[in-house]
């Protein structure tokens, strides 16, 4: 990554209260036409980000839309520097080109695995089985992974079709059990 200094817009210290928790101590605005970010709404969301988590396992910085942000540290603050990506729009859609080439590879594994009898559904099939299971849900709970299996999905499309579901407000969480969550109407 190559760092330009006029990158920077703005910088802010996001300070920790023990008792209220994470807020903006201060900000300072360091170039102008810069992109609005309501800092004292973001204070608590940029301080989780970069302080959460396990050790070492932290981000150093976040891509948004209009900028990105590094933050650094300093005992139980964080300082944060606000940037304006250069030149990142021809990055981002070339990873999306690889990422779009990773996910096809990967499913056409999944669909050349032996162990797959049945045919996974294909995407018109899914209107179908989002209006059969709010048929199975009127009648009764069922988990995530009974319904996986009922209609022979992978993990990652029955949570699409679960969360466009929940959503559009058709289904909700019943309950949770362990990792296992519940469905009903």
């Given at each position: 990554m190559?760092?330009?200094e006029n990158e920077i817009f703005?910088?802010?210290?996001?300070?920790?209260?023990?008792?209220?928790?994470?807020?903006l101590k201060w900000k300072a605005s360091i170039s102008k036409g810069t992109p609005k970010?309501?800092?004292?709404?973001f204070a608590t969301n940029f301080?989780?980000?970069?302080?959460?988590?396990?050790?070492?396992?932290?981000p150093r910085a976040i891509l948004y839309d209009d900028f990105y942000i590094v933050a650094f540290?300093?005992?139980l603050e964080l300082c944060c520097l606000f940037m304006r990506p250069q030149g990142i729009e021809r990055n981002i859609k070339e990873l999306n080109k690889i990422a779009d080439k990773i996910i096809i590879k990967m499913e056409?594994?999944?669909?050349?695995d032996p162990t797959d009898i049945e045919e996974k559904p294909k995407y018109g099939d899914i209107d179908e089985i989002k209006r059969l299971i709010n048929v199975l849900l009127k009648e009764m709970e069922m988990a995530t992974p009974d319904l996986?299996?009922?209609?022979?999905?992978?993990n990652s499309q029955i949570?699409?079709?679960?969360?466009?579901?929940?959503?559009?407000?058709q289904i909700k969480r019943t309950g949770k059990v362990g990792r296992t969550i519940y469905w009903g109407v």
């Open positions: 190559k760092f330009v703005s910088a802010a210290l996001v300070g920790f209260d023990m008792i209220n928790g994470p807020f970010i309501n800092l004292e709404d301080y989780l980000a970069f302080r959460g988590g396990n050790d070492g396992k932290k540290p300093r005992g056409s594994q999944d669909e050349d996986r299996k009922y209609f022979n999905l992978s949570w699409k079709i679960m969360n466009d579901l929940e959503s559009a407000e």
